[in-house]
């Protein structure tokens, strides 16, 4: 019997799904499977895919000749994975191969090194062969070696070891083999942390709603815990049961959490068996992990968003540490939501889901006051500690009476207290550069982005102007381009202004600026947050990056320098982005021993969400939160879609967008609501034009078949169209 099989491949090809069948040659028809990577050809090139079905083959179908199958490669996804693509590729209207794409390892090989052994005896070698004779006798004793093991044990240098084995081998008495050696990744270690700790009553409340949806109804837990309750500890309890029962766990936390502290911390609760997967990774890094997790090896994954796609096959729990974090989101194609995929993957492989935060996102936080999840509360920090106080400071009273600077009096003055007391400071901004704007005084001129329609950000380090969404950069000007006035002026601070601020009020005090610009390089971030964790620096000054998950003990005083910049974002979000923020970053002070302090500088005292931050009303702002999306149809109470259009032509993509909307108006009016097209906030970017169009649903299967719809409509546009699920940006 002859067989055929559907391969997803990875081309750019018009027709939607991406999917063709070929036919199985004979000598590879008995070991084939499902998830088997495979070179197929394609337009007189050859291509690799993944086979998606397999059928035995009965008739001929079609008019034309079926090619075949060239090979099959080494590797393999596990079933589960494809399945879980199927339904990805439906809910997102994307081709199954771009999630496909996401499961599988990296294109390089294993990393493989020499080692040697002795295989004959018989030989003598001559003693004034000396290097060989030690060489040897070292040999002797241990099973293989390699060349540096060699070197290092015998005191020799390389290069007259690797002479005594080149010699040594010809005559026959050694022999030489390959090994495969894992690349390891993140090496640095801080001291550990293998402490016994007697969990508090209401974490052994949690683990045990979390064991009890483990082992019966596999609903989804979400803990809220405020910040620094233990969660970090519940979660290793948990997999511990996991693994008890013989299961796996993928653990997914933000980027930033993945310190050396956390690494280190899973490194000894999980020795041998823990694998990491973020965007740092080498390729080579991501190929050895890959294949750690899939030989069942690494039993327990730790990663950032794309390690929900890890190839597990036993899966048991999958865990999201402050699920409330947008950088679970893929922000491009294809734009799938971590947290979505998780729930489709739990369900199918039969594991049980658990969220975690100290700031749940309005939409989980809604689907646990309707029973959909279990909700576990940790309400109290960890020995006897308590959360730090944070008070509001209203700029505009600063402003009032004489004081320009980005420090509040109160800042400054608990700044110089905290340093006197020896205590560590964090300052946070959620802005990078020095100034966000450059403007002429007189003619009101500001210096913006050739390519796209946003201000430059001034960076003092190079004095240049930057745009920070295509990295376009030019000498910041003395003169003013227009006018020729020399009343150039910087407007709006950045984390790199806070930094030279600090060091003009405190010149003797070390600091430490992590932001995009500080950390680009593989492993600064780790290096940094080391640094800082054991006393390198007093004062850390950073963006975003700060906020999450970091456990400092000895941070006493934090100052969020604008609470304002998320609340001004045109987005329905902002309100509750601004409240997770200001709970976050407040929440990394006071862990230790002396109690925390927080200073909150906004221009808008009166706002809901700064006000509930600061008196820990978590309830009462999510109360208000839903019922303004309520009233304005918002997610959790609809779902959202959001429709892109980018071209260079402003004129086609009105036309095209309009022509959209028509058809979607006429098809699905019924079921949906429509905004647009209308630019974009960010109107041009790179030199494209971009606008959205909005679409609003109850029913989320009349979206899913839009997304599909839009796969159909997409075919020979003009313009380049995207569909985003459940957009977190809209911008
Ligand atoms: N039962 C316990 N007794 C004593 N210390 C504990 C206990 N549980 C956890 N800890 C310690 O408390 C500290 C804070 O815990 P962890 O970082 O997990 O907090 P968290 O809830 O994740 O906070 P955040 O949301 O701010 O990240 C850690 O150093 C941890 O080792
Ligand atoms: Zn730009």
Redesign the pocket.
């Known amino acids: 019997m002859i067989k055929t099989c559907l391969v997803a491949v990875d081309v750019r090809h018009p027709k939607a799904k991406r999917e063709y069948t070929y036919l199985v040659p004979e000598d590879i028809a008995s070991s084939i499977n499902i998830g088997d990577l495979v070179c197929v050809p394609f337009n007189n090139i050859k291509v690799t895919g993944v086979v998606t079905e397999l059928f035995d083959f009965i008739e001929k179908t079609t008019d034309y000749e079926l090619k075949a199958v060239i090979s099959k490669e080494a590797i393999s996804l596990p079933m589960e994975l494809v399945d879980l693509s199927k339904l990805l590729a439906e809910y997102y209207g994307t081709p199954i191969v771009d999630f496909l794409k996401l499961m599988l390892p990296p294109k390089v090989s294993s990393k493989t090194e020499s080692v040697y052994s002795v295989c004959s005896t018989d030989k003598v070698i001559s003693s004034r062969a000396f290097n060989q004779k030690r060489v040897l006798e070292y040999l002797k004793n241990v099973e293989t070696a390699t060349v540096h093991d060699i070197s290092e044990n015998l005191k020799m240098p390389i290069a007259s070891v690797r002479s005594a084995l080149t010699a040594l081998t010809e005559k026959g008495v050694i022999k030489r083999d390959y090994r495969v050696v894992r690349r390891r990744p993140m090496v640095i270690t801080t001291n550990n942390?293998c402490e016994h700790?007697?969990?508090?009553i209401e974490?052994q409340n949690a683990l045990t709603t979390i064991i009890k949806n483990f082992n019966d109804s596999k609903r989804t837990t979400l803990i809220y815990?405020?910040?620094?309750?233990?969660?970090?500890?519940?979660y290793i309890r948990a997999i511990e049961n996991v693994l008890k029962a013989g299961k796996k766990v993928i653990m997914l936390v933000p980027e930033i959490?993945l310190t050396p502290q956390m690494l280190s911390?899973f490194r000894s609760r999980f020795p041998g068996k823990t694998a990491v997967l973020h965007s740092k990774l080498s390729q080579g890094e991501r190929f050895d992990e890959w294949q750690r997790i899939y030989s069942g090896e690494a039993l327990v994954v730790l990663g950032a968003r794309s390690a929900i796609f890890a190839p597990i096959k036993d899966l048991g729990m999958i865990i999201i540490?402050?699920e409330h974090e947008s950088s679970y989101k893929n922000g491009e194609h294809p734009y799938y939501d971590a947290r979505t995929v998780a729930e489709f993957r739990a369900k199918k492989q039969n594991a049980s889901l658990v969220l975690?935060?100290?700031t749940p996102s309005v939409e989980s936080f809604y689907k646990a006051a309707k029973q959909e999840y279990s909700l576990a509360k940790?309400t109290k920090?960890?020995?006897g500690r308590s959360l730090p106080k944070l008070e509001i400071i209203d700029m505009r009273e600063e402003l009032k009476s004489g004081n320009r600077h980005i420090f509040s009096r109160k800042l400054l003055s608990g700044m110089k207290e905290t340093l006197e007391k020896h205590k560590q400071i964090i300052l946070f901004l959620n802005r990078r550069g020095h100034s966000t704007f450059v403007i002429c005084r007189d003619c009101g001129f500001v210096l913006k982005c050739k390519y796209c329609d946003i201000a430059l950000t001034y960076h003092f380090e190079d004095k240049s102007g930057k745009c920070h969404y295509c990295g376009y950069s030019i000498k910041a000007p003395d003169i003013c381009p227009k006018c020729k006035s020399r009343n150039i002026r910087y407007f709006g601070a950045g984390t790199e202004k806070v930094e030279q601020e600090v060091k003009r009020f405190f010149p003797k005090c070390r600091t430490i600026r992590i932001d995009s610009d500080s950390t680009s390089r593989k492993g600064s971030l780790e290096k940094m947050l080391l640094n800082f964790k054991r006393g390198g620096a007093q004062i850390l000054i950073g963006t975003q990056t700060v906020a999450?998950?970091?456990?400092f003990?000895d941070v006493a005083l934090v100052g969020i320098i604008s609470a304002d910049t998320a609340l001004n974002m045109p987005d329905f979000r902002s309100g509750e982005r601004t409240f997770q923020l200001i709970t976050?970053v407040a929440?990394?002070s006071g862990?230790g021993d002396t109690p925390g302090m927080v200073y909150v500088q906004t221009y808008t005292p009166e706002s809901f969400a700064i006000r509930a931050a600061c008196n820990f009303d978590i309830s009462g702002f999510y109360q208000e939160e839903l019922k303004i999306r309520r009233e304005a149809l918002y997610p959790p109470f609809c779902h959202m879609l959001n429709i892109v259009f980018k071209s260079r032509y402003e004129d086609l993509i009105k036309k095209e967008a309009e022509e959209v909307r028509q058809i979607l108006y006429q098809k699905y009016n019924n079921d949906i609501e429509i905004y647009g097209p209308v630019p974009a906030p960010r109107s041009k970017i790179k030199d494209n034009y971009r606008y959205n169009i909005l679409l609003k649903s109850k029913q989320i299967q009349t979206l899913v078949n839009i997304c599909n719809h839009m796969q159909i409509l997409n075919n020979n546009r003009k313009v380049d169209m995207s569909w985003d699920m459940e957009p977190l940006d809209l911008l």
């Open positions: 942390i700790i007697n969990l508090t974490q815990g405020v910040t620094g309750s233990g969660k970090t500890e519940v959490s911390i540490d402050e975690g935060s100290a940790l920090r960890v020995s999450k998950g970091l456990n003990p976050q929440g990394r862990r």
